[in-house]
């Protein structure tokens, strides 16, 4: 894990402590709503690890990789109408046979914060060529969602 990837991790569990705190403490409704929203991140940070666990034993699985990050682009990610956020991916095969590509893909918030990842297998890239796929997240994700190539693994 990255230590970006951690740093958003502890982020949302430090989020979860306080408002479990604030919970504890207030009266009401604001102990519900702070319950709800500390239920909420939980539930997050969960979705998160159990995401960046399995993109690693995806890539773990693609036998005699070679890192292929800088022959990977990815587009303006954008929102299906399903609220998961989507990106197109593009691999350039600059090698003189044909190759199958697993890129992960993370998006984070604008702060940096790691909300999910996914890894986008595309097989049979030709010689030199390009081949397009589309990165979907695993959950809807809101506000300002930001895409970056995590690893690209090439055999």
Request: some cysteine.
């Amino acid at each position: 894990m990255t230590r970006k990837a951690v740093r958003g991790l502890w982020t949302v569990l430090l989020t979860t402590a306080v408002m479990s705190a604030a919970a504890a403490c207030s009266g009401g409704g604001a102990s519900s709503t702070a319950s709800e929203a500390a239920s909420a991140a939980s539930r997050g940070a969960e979705a998160v690890a159990s995401a960046t666990a399995a993109a690693g034993e995806k890539l773990n699985s693609f036998k005699n990789g070679v890192n292929a990050k800088s022959d990977v682009g990815l587009g303006r990610p954008s929102t299906d109408g399903d609220g998961r956020a989507t990106v197109k991916v593009t691999v350039k095969n600059s090698s003189d046979s044909a190759k199958s590509y697993a890129v992960q893909v993370n998006f984070r918030d604008a702060s940096g914060n790691l909300l999910d990842t996914v890894v986008v297998t595309v097989d049979g890239v030709a010689a030199k060529a390009s081949k397009d796929a589309t990165a979907r997240s695993n959950r809807k994700l809101s506000g300002d969602v930001k895409a970056e190539v995590g690893r690209a693994l090439r055999h």
